[in-house]
């Protein structure tokens, strides 16, 4: 077997952080990261399931290797990740090609399946337990942590990182198949997470994104006290050389007063906050299983804006589930428009095999209804988005750079000491302006000329060195 590898990855930053210790699992058994499939002796897809259109895709891209695999048998193909834990023999009866299927439970074992794969003929499936019926110890344990005592130096982006504080949920909303593709919710220990952010420090990352589904249920029992994310907060907030701490992603009903005054208090932690609501309609929100009303939702947006009245709150909408009428509809209108979130992500229902909402109500919002529904509440979201950016034009604000824009790299072929970069501001906004290509991971000053709905549009003010951490990348005067 050859050792070049190519791996592809969808879904969320929890897949992202896994394909990156896969990376890196693989390089130090020797293995070479390709870019291009066609280069690849392997090629692996690391798969979510959260919506059937994810899944649809990588399918058909299954499907697409099925000749290449049929010329050259020696080509190893593999699936990894959440379809791999929901889908298991499904997808070798769906493409008899795959030759590895492993969930996200066990992906920290790939170097040695590939190996055992070598060895042997036909395909290896390597998944966690099922979460029903077995004794929750007993899954858990079959859920290993892919993440590492060292952390690997080798990682897409130098000065960024994600950290994961816990894994799996137990909050079981009925449209979600996270709980059982991820397993049960599991925190990691407050020392582990310190020494991994230390290692990264020592790298030279200045932003840490801690990940959790639902990262402010963090909760780690130690003799005497609990520790929960407010208290972690404060011992990231203690690493030198970390500047920026973000932390997603939030629900509702654990978003504390504790956890508010950490954000108020500690000057690292960014004022942004990712707190899904899903519905403003509580017959909806009900059958979601989310645990909160719509007037508990408005309570907790009261509280961010009393104790933190600059953060930038965003969230995500699930539009078309089902039994939805135009009321509960309206509703949620009501409170995107009263919520006048930074941006919200809207997704159309999607049924998904093996949740509580597919066993238990009809799929019975209209697709053409779901898509008018998605459009009408992007557009009101869209104008929300647009006119809190325009308070930024004139106005200058800290960018952490983070590379060349998707512009300048598609004109990757020019040779110009300047290009366009993007970075992001402590709000979380997306900046493009024109500078110097190795900006890269530096803190710079932009002032913002013009505005979209999703991006600021600047030009560069002042790199680093002497920028202060101007607090909150709410706007300051030029
Ligand atoms: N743990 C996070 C939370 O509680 O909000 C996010 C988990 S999920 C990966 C990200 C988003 O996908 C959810 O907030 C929800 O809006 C959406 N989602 C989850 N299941 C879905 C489904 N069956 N159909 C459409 N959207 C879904
Ligand atoms: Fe899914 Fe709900 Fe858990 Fe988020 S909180 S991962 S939406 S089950």
């Known amino acids: 077997m050859g050792k070049r590898f190519y791996i592809e990855t969808v879904g969320c930053q929890m897949n992202e952080l896994d394909s990156e210790l896969v990376v890196a699992a693989l390089q130090e058994a020797g293995y070479e990261q390709v870019f291009q499939r066609q280069q690849a002796d392997i090629i692996l897809f690391n798969t979510c399931s959260v919506r059937q259109h994810a899944e649809d895709k990588i399918y058909s891209a299954l499907g697409r290797l099925k000749h290449l695999k049929e010329?050259?048998?020696?080509?190893?193909?593999?699936?990894l990740g959440c379809m791999a834990q929901k889908d298991q023999e499904l997808i070798l009866k769906r493409a008899p090609h795959v030759d590895l299927v492993v969930g996200p439970g066990q992906v920290a074992r790939l170097p040695e399946l590939l190996e055992s794969l070598a060895r042997r003929t036909g395909p290896?499936?390597?998944?966690?337990?099922?979460?029903?019926?077995?004794?929750?110890?007993?899954?858990?344990?079959?859920?290993?942590?892919?993440?590492?005592?060292?952390?690997?130096?080798?990682?897409?982006?130098?000065?960024?990182?994600?950290?994961?504080?816990?894994?799996?949920?137990d909050k079981f909303c009925t449209y979600c198949i996270v709980p059982k593709v991820r397993g049960p919710e599991q925190s990691r220990s407050p020392q582990e997470i310190l020494e991994e952010v230390r290692q990264l420090a020592d790298q030279g990352c200045?932003?840490?994104?801690?990940?959790?589904?639902?990262?402010?249920?963090?909760?780690?029992?130690?003799?005497?006290?609990?520790?929960?994310?407010?208290?972690?907060?404060?011992?990231?907030?203690?690493?030198?050389?970390?500047?920026r701490i973000r932390f997603v992603t939030n629900y509702p009903r654990d978003m504390s007063r504790e956890?508010?005054?950490?954000?108020?208090?500690?000057?690292?932690?960014?004022?942004?906050?990712?707190?899904?609501?899903?519905?403003?309609s509580n017959a909806v929100l009900k059958r979601m299983k989310r645990g909160y009303t719509v007037e508990q939702y408005y309570e907790m947006l009261a509280s961010i804006r009393e104790i933190v009245p600059h953060a930038a709150?965003?969230?995500?909408?699930?539009?078309?589930?089902?039994?939805?009428?135009?009321?509960?509809?309206?509703?949620?209108?009501?409170?995107?428009e009263t919520a006048r979130f930074k941006n919200s992500f809207i997704f159309k229902y999607s049924p998904r095999p093996g949740t509580k909402a597919y066993e238990l109500f009809p799929d019975d919002v209209p697709d053409e209804v779901k898509r008018r529904r998605n459009n009408e509440?992007?557009?009101?979201?869209?104008?929300?988005?647009?006119?809190?950016?325009?308070?930024?034009?004139?106005?200058?604000?800290?960018?952490?750079?983070?590379?060349?824009?998707?512009?300048?790299?598609?004109?990757?072929?020019?040779?110009?000491?300047?290009i366009q970069l993007t970075g992001r501001t402590?709000?979380?906004?997306?900046?493009?302006?024109?500078?110097?290509?190795?900006?890269?991971?530096?803190?710079?000053?932009?002032?913002?000329k013009e505005v979209s709905p999703v991006t600021l549009f600047g030009e560069l003010s002042l790199v680093k060195q002497d920028v202060q951490a101007d607090r909150l990348g709410a706007p300051i005067s030029a």
Request: hydrophobic share 40%; with cysteine.
């Open 71 to 79: 010329q050259k048998p020696g080509k190893v193909i593999g699936v």
């Open 124 to 169: 290896i499936m390597e998944v966690s337990l099922d979460r029903r019926g077995q004794a929750r110890q007993k899954v858990q344990a079959s859920f290993l942590n892919p993440d590492r005592q060292d952390r690997p130096i080798v990682r897409p982006v130098k000065h960024q990182a994600f950290v994961r504080v816990m894994f799996g949920c």
């Open 206 to 243: 200045v932003e840490i994104t801690l990940l959790g589904q639902t990262v402010n249920s963090y909760r780690w029992e130690e003799p005497g006290c609990t520790v929960r994310l407010a208290d972690l907060l404060e011992k990231v907030h203690e690493v030198s050389g970390i500047r």
């Open 259 to 280: 956890l508010l005054e950490a954000v108020r208090d500690l000057p690292k932690v960014c004022p942004y906050l990712h707190v899904p609501a899903q519905s403003g």
């Open 313 to 336: 709150v965003t969230s995500d909408f699930i539009v078309g589930f089902c039994g939805e009428t135009e009321e509960d509809f309206e509703q949620t209108v009501r409170l995107v």
């Open 377 to 418: 509440l992007l557009a009101i979201q869209n104008r929300i988005s647009l006119e809190e950016n325009q308070r930024f034009i004139g106005q200058t604000v800290e960018v952490l750079v983070e590379g060349p824009s998707k512009l300048a790299e598609r004109q990757s072929g020019k040779t110009s000491s300047s």
């Open 426 to 448: 402590v709000c979380d906004r997306i900046a493009v302006f024109e500078g110097p290509v190795d900006l890269a991971g530096q803190f710079v000053k932009v002032t913002i």
